[in-house]
């Protein structure tokens, strides 16, 4: 399994931005498909965005889609996700997830065998 560790999670105002970063230990992580996931007070978790292990394709959940940008430094082994135009209902914990036994997208929580601690991220109206 790889280690993950989120950061960049805060408070801010509806309409404003956030950038979450996700660091990765080993030495493969160039290989693996990456997700971001969310989870609401009082709702399951969801799929966020997932990038392909070299970054050449993305997916976006709708609600999230034009407003959120998923990215990836391999070299620096970290995913990032640029959350802009958030609304109160972006309020979650978010986590980052590693999919080792791929490097295809996959929007199934089953599908990614690591996870990191999560970042809370709180949008005020």
């Known amino acids: 399994q790889v280690q993950l560790v989120e950061s960049g999670g805060g408070l801010v105002q509806a309409g404003g931005s956030l950038r979450l970063s996700c660091a990765a230990s080993?030495?493969?992580?160039?290989?693996?498909?990456m997700g971001w996931f969310r989870q609401g007070p009082g709702k399951e978790r969801e799929i966020v965005a997932a990038?392909?292990?070299?970054?050449?394709?993305?997916y976006y959940a709708d609600s999230v889609k034009g407003r959120f940008t998923v990215s990836r430094d391999n070299a620096k082994n970290t995913v990032y996700l640029q959350m802009n135009s958030l609304k109160p209902e972006d309020t979650a914990v978010y986590y980052c997830?590693?999919?080792?036994?791929?490097?295809?997208?996959?929007?199934?929580?089953?599908?990614?065998?690591?996870w990191g601690q999560g970042t809370q991220v709180t949008v005020s109206s």
């Open positions: 997830a590693a999919r080792s036994r791929s490097g295809l997208i996959a929007t199934k929580s089953a599908d990614f065998d690591s």
């Open positions: 080993g030495r493969t992580f160039s290989r693996y498909a």
């Open positions: 990038i392909w292990w070299n970054g050449g394709s993305a």
